[in-house]
């Protein structure tokens, strides 16, 4: 089987650490030796610049416009990357009108030359438009990312309504592994608040501490290099977590 499995990093909210979250889980996977393909579908490309990368020529929209393979990039041992670009903001208008518009990313996932056994991260849009539509409808699990703040249940409880909708229309064995927690600051009283609601819907796969050197290792295009983090040690107990819960060897 050459894909393992697919999942894809979601919330429809911005600034709730999707980006770092997809970037910091296919690092620490990667270095464990799991092949990994990240694919951005957000026009803002942040984690392809978190990689140290570019699509200059827009070639992740001219995939997704002409149903061909993916534009795939190793940055790393055991790690590639599809990146993107803003040229993908016009996909969210265009795309729209195509036949089977949900269906454009898987078509191009199917079409593309990757590494045998790979696990597939995708980065999401903060948005519910046509790529996310596109990410939902290609994604075997879920991973819901949320800071806490006072609104996250209200995005979580529309994210769900939502998966319920494409299990029935168009993807019907979606599923959703669980929630990270991002930014979370000790001794604030909401942090157990915010997991005792999370706790009642899904399993929590980790809480990741606020951090200015794994926020400035993303944003500088040098996560690939970042050793010593604490935030990122956070990451792979979630991902520990992950492996458990995917049943992954």
């Known amino acids: 089987m050459r894909i393992v499995s697919i999942l894809a990093i979601v919330n429809q909210k911005g600034g709730v650490g999707k980006t770092t979250t997809t970037a910091a889980l296919g690092v620490i996977l990667a270095r464990q030796g799991r092949g990994v393909h990240l694919v951005d579908m957000d026009p803002q490309a942040d984690l392809t610049s978190a990689l140290g990368q570019s699509d200059d020529k827009g070639l992740l929209y001219e995939a997704l416009t002409k149903r ?3 534009p795939i990039v190793s940055v790393g041992e055991s790690l590639t990357l599809t990146p993107s670009s803003i040229d993908l903001a016009g996909g969210e208008t265009q795309f729209v009108a195509s036949v089977g518009r949900e269906y454009l990313l898987k078509t191009c996932l199917a079409k593309s030359n990757l590494p045998k056994g790979v696990t597939v991260l995708i980065d999401c849009p903060p948005s519910l438009g046509v790529l996310t539509s596109n990410c939902l409808a290609v994604a075997d699990t879920l991973i819901v990312v949320v800071k806490p703040g006072g609104f996250e249940m209200r995005a979580v ?4 309504e939502l998966v319920k909708t494409y299990r029935e229309q168009v993807n019907p064995t979606l599923t959703i592994a669980g929630v990270i927690m991002t930014e979370v600051h000790p001794r604030r009283a909401i942090n157990d608040v915010v997991e005792e609601e999370i706790g009642q819907l899904y ?3 980790g809480k990741i501490r606020a951090e200015s050197e794994l926020m400035y290792s993303t944003s500088e ?3 690939l290099k970042l050793t ?3 935030a990122l040690d956070d990451y792979e ?3 520990a977590k992950l492996k458990e819960v995917m049943k992954w060897r």
Request: no cysteine; hydrophobic share 45%; charged share 20%.
């Open 221 to 223: 295009g040098r996560i």
């Open 68 to 70: 061909g393979p993916l």
């Open 237 to 239: 107990a979630a991902a």
């Open 228 to 230: 010593r983090s604490k």
């Open 157 to 160: 409880a529309t994210l769900e």
């Open 203 to 205: 399993p929590l796969l």
